[in-house]
């Protein structure tokens, strides 16, 4: 059973830095997609980055291109989000996800492609 828990959510103002971090566990295969996504209150889940376990290729949202990066210490199976320059628009409940396969090349902002979610770490951001 995969299991992911994130972690280093919190408070910060306008301008700050948070990492965060995703701790992976039980993965039966070393092919997958690590996705993190977001859900504001009274918006939809939205994708926003994502990497490959295998090639550690990666992918950003429009919205978190340039401030926000992906990265992954395979010794440790935890995934991270650098995220830089945050706006109150990144207020948001962040959950990592994994998908089996090579989802990350084709779908992986795509929810319904992942099958396993953490609890969420919320992230709030101050003006």
């Known amino acids: 059973q995969v299991q992911l828990v994130e972690s280093g959510g919190g408070s910060v103002q306008a301008g700050g830095s948070l990492r965060l971090s995703c701790a992976a566990s039980?993965?039966?295969?070393?092919?997958?997609?690590i996705g993190w996504f977001r859900q504001a209150p009274g918006k939809s889940r939205e994708g926003i980055a994502g990497?490959?376990?295998?090639?550690?290729?990666?992918y950003y949202a429009d919205s978190v291109k340039g401030r926000f990066t992906i990265s992954r210490d395979t010794a440790k199976n935890t995934v991270y989000l650098q995220m830089n320059s945050l706006k109150p628009d990144d207020t948001a409940m962040y959950y990592c996800a994994a998908a089996r396969g090579t989802y990350c090349y084709t779908r992986g902002t795509d929810s319904d492609v992942f099958g396993y979610w953490g609890q969420g770490t919320q992230v709030t951001v101050s003006s």
């Open positions: 990497i490959y376990t295998v090639s550690g290729y990666t």
């Open positions: 039980g993965y039966t295969s070393s092919s997958n997609c």
